[in-house]
């Protein structure tokens, strides 16, 4: 069984560029969460989707932006792209919103520069 | 809010044992996860303690206090390839669904 696949796996965008950044859940898993994590720190929490709803929205501006699609699949996107935007995004997939069952992919490294 | 706290680096010696520890201040906890991660990789489940008390899993056990907020991972036999970052996350519900919030991390290193 695959995993969960995320791409491209890395990336460099300029300042002001918008990105979208792609997750495949395991099959059968219809929730999917997003994370940012910076070098260095622990993954921070963007949103989390399930059956195509948005269940949480972290702390991040409206530049970050999320969808889920009917095959549960979901993109990212994140417009504006600032220097602080660098970093690990990381996707996560259960079979409901526990956290508990979370497997993650190999995230995105998103460089702006 | 939230507050999740862990020692940022640890070190250990191989074969030995290992206590990182986990304070956290949150409304609605639901559980307590232990992740690892190593650099450049993707974190990976090891623990969730949703009730008091020590959960063993192998040379990996988790102790969870609810009333304290606190938790720790405890490694035993210790091996090289256990050079990693431990995370420690607290799930809550919010809004019908529970969102784990992550700590920084602590950076075990094991030296021969």
């Known amino acids: 069984d695959a995993g969960v696949t995320q791409s491209p796996t890395h990336l460099i965008k300029t300042r002001g560029q918008q990105v979208t950044l792609r997750c495949s859940p395991i099959s059968g898993h219809k929730s999917v969460s997003w994370y940012q994590q910076v070098l260095g720190q622990g993954p921070q929490f963007i949103f989390q989707?399930?059956?195509?709803?948005?269940?949480g929205r972290g702390n991040f501006p409206d530049r970050f932006s999320a969808r889920q699609f009917p095959n549960y699949s979901s993109e990212l996107n994140v417009n504006a792209l600032l220097l602080g935007d660098s970093a690990l995004y990381l996707c996560?997939?259960?079979?409901?919103?526990?956290?508990?069952?979370?497997?993650f992919g190999s995230g995105t490294r998103l460089t702006v520069v | 809010g939230q507050n999740i706290d862990q020692p940022t680096e640890m070190t250990a010696t191989e074969g030995a044992i290992v206590q990182i520890n986990c304070t956290y201040q949150t409304s609605g906890f639901n559980g307590l996860f232990w992740y690892q991660q190593h650099a450049g990789e993707a974190p990976t489940f090891l623990s969730y303690n949703v009730l008091d008390g020590l959960e063993e899993k192998g040379r990996f056990s988790s102790f969870l206090s609810r009333s304290k907020g606190y938790s720790y991972l405890l490694l035993k036999e210790l091996q090289m390839k256990d050079s990693a970052s431990y995370l420690c996350?607290?799930?809550?519900?919010?809004?019908?669904?529970?969102?784990?919030?992550f700590g920084r991390g602590t950076s075990l290193i094991v030296h021969p």
């Open positions: 996350a607290v799930s809550r519900a919010s809004g019908g669904s529970y969102i784990p919030t």
């Open positions: 996560a997939s259960s079979q409901k919103t526990e956290g508990y069952g979370y497997t």
């Open positions: 989707y399930y059956e195509k709803e948005e269940r």
